[in-house]
């Protein structure tokens, strides 16, 4: 094998980049030994962000519990794009039950383990946004109350995709959706309170809480290893932009990622026992119009019919945000 | 051994001899008894190994038990009425996937009105499930049915509710026989699942099927509840060997062989139909009975050859198709298809309505006269049934029903019996 010399050109960008890197701390995707959870060949989008988060959340899951892992997922995109009979993408024990009972099924099977004394052998469940913060949000918040030991990874792209892009709890304001159209005098979906799940997670007590974008792998990885090293229930909100319901181009999902924390409309962090423990700070702040105007979903507040207003009332939530979870550095903010 | 003790309590205890793994608990009347002794006991260290979990609903119960199963884990609920309809979807889901879950279903009225006594509606909505359903005549039989039910699920690979009326069996105290544990060992093996989740050997479960397979998947579940007719009644004959008494089995007759009029019921009522049928037996009417205890798988060629010697029959049930009729009625006239046989419904006990010895008396008279119309709803008030009928011609705004036949018939709060 010829020796390749190491080049330094991905200084300053946001990819992966091992080659700076010691061994010890390459990413579990960039390894030989990675385990390949959901493989090629299922039939998600191009650009889906649910494949790359559940591609790299299942293997960072896998590494760390030595290939001990079992997997059930909620009803949707996820599990229809992964298991089209008579074929499967899963490289792990997994098992779809219903819509709303992923977090309830995950507790049975780690309670089989536990009986069965396989205490090396840990537990994920997985689901939309849709299957988590609405409704499976019944049995999401018995698991985190009885502290079940399982790892419940949301894959948030804010609507229903997989019936056709309707509103869930976790759609934005103004967002147009199937069922939230953009039309009237204040188009899009309502203006809600939000319903933020990471937080209701926290309010728990549960051990460990954290969100993610897809723009952020390794801040993904480490995260999910992080919990896999923790006992008790689990949560990881991960941000992942879906093209088709967003309305944006296929190859601008991890830019739609990075624009979402960017703009502190997603602020990403994480919690033990419902305390904040660290923030990702915002390293290249921008607005919420820069992260919004690419989307067609948002096209309606924008252009001829702008509606300038709402574009202020949304800035307000992420300038809000960015207060709350301190997303920037001190100087910056003044 | 021989003790005096709750009908729940006996069933719990003899849940536990089946040696379940996982059992997951959520309140409602009449089953609660069952898993608060279930609790103690896990609690306790009586019963180990074992996880007991408290959820927060039936639906979440149901999950549980199906996350276990699927990981290869021995798995029981227990629920009644709402709670069952509750978890409705998440109870087809455990059939579909073949999961061999065993569920006590404590049989409630399903509201509204809310009513928390015993009729067989909740059980008899998920008649098309594909869970097995298998009537409990008395708390003995309970007692039985669940460890033959724990057998049959796991040879099958299908899931199985143990029916037994809510209160009337679930809260009797009466003396019930309960197995020792090396005769239930003897009886019912360890799990081994036909499918688990293990990382050693990953499958998917759960995946999505279109047309191409998904009415070979239903079939199958058919084919299961077939294979359960020819089983059922072998499973009941090594627990007679086993055990030394007779319980479960497809139906069981009783002064039948030679009767003109047979009744024909599932569940507790039967004593009381027996008693009075015993009384009109003295005075020389040729009567009988044919009890169910299997609903699902309905034993189809079994009812036939129970009553092709009789000239007429009467089911009597604790449900209502409302628009139609009876519910097992249906299934019974299926069974005497083209052989001419007579036959009359008895809806009766809806929502805990007594059933009397004196009121059974006087409808077997009517259907051995051939007397009756096709549907009889046994014991209903018809002024109060008029009376509300003339206020809705009379009244736009006539409100709400059960409040006004309450406020006719001058009851303050709902009184039993």
Redesign the interface.
């Known amino acids: 094998m010829s020796f390749q010399p190491v080049k330094f050109y991905q200084t300053g960008t946001y990819t992966v980049g091992n080659r700076l890197l010691t061994p010890e701390e390459h990413s579990v995707q960039s390894g030989q030994s990675r385990n390949n959870s959901i493989n090629s060949g299922h039939r998600a989008c191009q650009g889906c962000g649910e494949a790359l988060g559940a591609r790299y959340a299942i293997d960072a899951a896998m590494a760390e519990s030595h290939?001990?892992?079992?997997a059930?997922?909620a009803t949707g995109c996820l599990?229809?794009f992964s298991?089209?009979?008579?074929e499967?993408s899963?490289?792990?024990?997994?098992?779809?039950?219903?819509f709303?009972?992923a977090p309830?099924?995950?507790?049975?099977?780690?309670?089989?383990?536990?009986?069965?004394?396989k205490h090396d052998?840990r537990v994920v469940a997985q689901g939309g946004d849709g299957g988590t913060t609405d409704i499976g949000f019944?049995?999401l918040?018995?698991m985190f109350?009885?502290n079940d030991d399982v790892l419940y990874i949301c894959y948030d792209n804010q609507a229903y995709m997989n019936t056709g892009v309707q509103r869930s709890s976790a759609t934005p304001p103004a967002a147009r959706t199937a069922t939230t159209m953009p039309v009237g005098a204040e188009p899009g979906n309502a203006f809600g309170q939000g319903k933020n799940l990471p937080e209701i997670a926290m309010a728990h007590g549960i051990p460990y809480v954290a969100t993610a974008t897809v723009a952020d792998l390794r801040d993904l990885e480490y995260k999910v290893r992080k919990a896999m090293n923790i006992r008790g229930a689990r949560y990881i909100h991960l941000f992942v932009p879906c093209p088709l319901g967003w309305g944006t181009a296929s190859h601008d999902t991890i830019r739609m990622a990075r624009y979402a924390k960017e703009s502190g409309l997603f602020p990403v962090f994480e919690a033990e026992h419902g305390e904040v423990t660290g923030v990702l700070k915002i390293r290249h702040k921008i607005s919420v119009e820069e992260y919004m105007q690419p989307q067609k979903r948002f096209a309606h507040l924008f252009g001829k019919h702008a509606h300038p207003e709402t574009v202020a009332r949304i800035q307000a939530i992420a300038d809000r945000n960015i207060r709350k979870y301190g997303l920037l550095d001190q100087e910056e903010v003044a | 051994m021989l003790k005096q003790t709750e009908g729940s309590k006996a069933v719990a205890e003899s849940i536990a001899l089946c040696r379940p793994?996982?059992i997951?608990a959520y309140p409602i009347s009449p089953q609660t008894h069952i898993v608060e002794a279930l609790g103690e006991m896990v609690k306790s260290g009586d019963l180990t190994?074992?996880?007991f979990?408290?959820?927060?609903?039936e639906?979440?119960a149901m999950?549980?038990?199906?996350?276990?199963?699927?990981?290869?884990?021995r798995?029981y609920t227990a629920t009644a009425s709402q709670g069952l309809l509750f978890m409705a979807?998440?109870v087809y889901?455990a059939a579909g996937?073949g999961l061999p879950i065993v569920m006590t279903v404590a049989n409630r009225a399903i509201g509204a009105p809310i009513n928390i006594w015993n009729d067989h509606s909740d059980s008899l909505s998920q008649r098309d499930s594909g869970w097995m359903q298998l009537f409990a005549e008395t708390n003995q039989e309970a007692v039985d049915l669940h460890i033959q039910a724990f057998r049959l699920a796991e040879e099958l690979s299908m899931p199985i509710m143990v029916c037994m009326d809510g209160f009337i069996l679930t809260h009797a105290f009466e003396r019930v026989d309960i197995p020792s544990q090396e005769q239930v060992d003897a009886y019912l093996p360890p799990f081994e699942p036909r499918q688990v989740?293990?990382?050693a050997?990953?499958?998917?479960?759960?995946?999505?099927?279109?047309p191409?397979?998904f009415m070979e998947v239903r079939y199958l579940a058919h084919a299961k509840q077939m294979q359960a007719i020819e089983r059922i009644p072998q499973l009941a004959a090594e627990f007679k060997q086993q055990f030394g008494r007779d319980s479960g089995g497809l139906i069981r007759t009783y002064r039948a062989d030679d009767a003109d009029t047979i009744i024909i019921a599932m569940g507790s009522v039967l004593g009381t139909i027996k008693d009075t049928v015993d009384e009109m037996r003295d005075a020389g009417h040729k009567i009988g009975v044919l009890g169910i205890i299997s609903y699902r798988p309905f034993p189809l060629a079994q009812v036939r050859a129970a009553l092709i010697q009789c000239k007429r029959f009467l089911v009597l049930e604790k449900s209502l198709a409302v628009g139609m009729g009876g519910i097992v009625a249906t299934d019974v006239r299926m069974a005497v298809t083209g052989t001419g046989l007579k036959g009359f419904t008895a809806i009766a006990g809806l929502g805990g309505r007594p059933i009397t010895k004196a009121s059974l008396h006087k409808l077997f008279l009517q259907a051995e006269q051939e007397a009756l119309p096709p549907v009889t709803f046994l014991d209903l008030d018809w002024d109060a049934v008029n009376k509300q009928l003339e206020r809705e011609r009379k009244t736009r705004r006539s409100g709400p029903i059960a409040e006004n036949i309450l406020h006719d018939k001058g009851i303050v709060s709902a009184k039993f019996g």
């Open positions: 290939g001990q892992l079992i059930a997922n599990e229809v298991t089209p009979y008579p499967s899963w490289q792990v024990p997994w098992i779809h039950s219903l709303g009972n309830a099924v995950a507790t049975g099977i780690a309670a089989a383990m536990k009986v069965k004394g052998v019944g049995c918040s018995g109350e009885r | 793994e996982v997951c190994p074992c996880e979990i408290n959820v927060e609903s639906f979440a999950s549980v038990a199906i996350g276990a199963s699927a990981a290869g884990a798995a979807e998440a889901n996937l989740l293990d990382p050997d990953p499958v998917s479960i759960g995946a999505m099927v279109g191409e397979a």
